[in-house]
T-cell receptor, first 114, second 109 residues
Framework: DGGITQSPKYLFRKEGQNVTLSCEQN?????MYWYRQDPGQGLRLIYY???????QKGDIAEGYSVSREKKESFPLTVTSAQKNPTAFYLC?????????????FGSGTRLTVV | QQPVQSPQAVILREGEDAVINCSSS?????VHWYRQKHGEAPVFLMI?????EQKGHEKISASFNEKKQQSSLYLTASQLSYSGTYFC??????????FGSGTQLTVLP
């Protein structure tokens, strides 16, 4: 079955460390997104990519970086510049940039700073 | 700008109806609705495009009032499985999908 795979499910980061969250999809979707969710809050857009080798900043891009070298993959790096990274991170994809179709989400990565 | 959802939380008994509202100050191209169970990924319910259409399936439906930039999600004869947090997402021509802060729905037996 097609879907989005995020790994790891849980991740612990020490102060000053960079960590990378993986997101892979086999849906043949062009557009991919990274969202951050804090407890009791909605989803906030970090970065998105509508085509390979191109991506744009979302509303809260500071302290994060991404790459899109392959259509299937959109990894997110949380850098040491992100001062409050503890959150639930969700990756999503869509066929047409959400103009007609909805998003398919991965199961998420819960990141905790220790 | 984030859409405003109301109510923030609602508690129902099985079989009762609920309405969740979503409003924006921007001219909208489309509205999405998602449901998220605790600790899980949001699941897409439906999308409503500019044009004021109403969509739905079974006992969950939604409307989009283009003039007021508002959408409503209707849950009729609620079931235990309807419990979760419902998010609306709004899209303008200039911006990517922006999500509201969610409405927590609890259905009790």
């Amino acid at each position: 079955d097609g879907g989005i795979t995020q790994s790891p499910k849980y991740l612990f980061r020490k102060e000053g460390q960079n960590v990378t969250l993986s997101c892979e999809q086999n849906l043949n979707h062009d557009a991919m997104y990274w969202y951050r969710q804090d407890p009791g809050q909605g989803l906030r857009l970090i970065y998105y990519s509508q085509i390979v080798n191109d991506f744009q900043k979302g509303d809260i891009a500071e302290g994060y970086s991404v790459s899109r070298e392959k259509k299937e993959s959109f990894p997110l790096t949380v850098t040491s510049a992100q001062k409050n990274p503890t959150a639930f991170y969700l990756c999503a994809s869509t066929l047409d940039g959400d103009r007609i179709y909805g998003y398919t989400f991965g199961s998420g990565t819960r990141l905790t700073v220790v | 700008q984030q859409p405003v959802q109301s109510p923030q939380a609602v508690i129902l008994r099985e079989g009762e109806d609920a309405v969740i509202n979503c409003s924006s100050s921007k001219a909208l191209y489309s509205v999405h609705w998602y449901r998220q169970k605790h600790g899980e990924a949001p699941v897409f319910l439906m999308i409503l495009l500019k044009g004021g259409e109403q969509k739905g399936h079974e006992k969950i439906s939604a409307s989009f009032n283009e003039k007021k930039q508002q959408s409503s999600l209707y849950l009729t004869a609620s079931q235990l499985s309807y419990s979760g947090t419902y998010f609306c997402g709004t899209r303008t021509l200039a911006r990517q999908l922006t999500f509201g802060s969610g409405t927590q729905l609890t259905v009790l037996p």
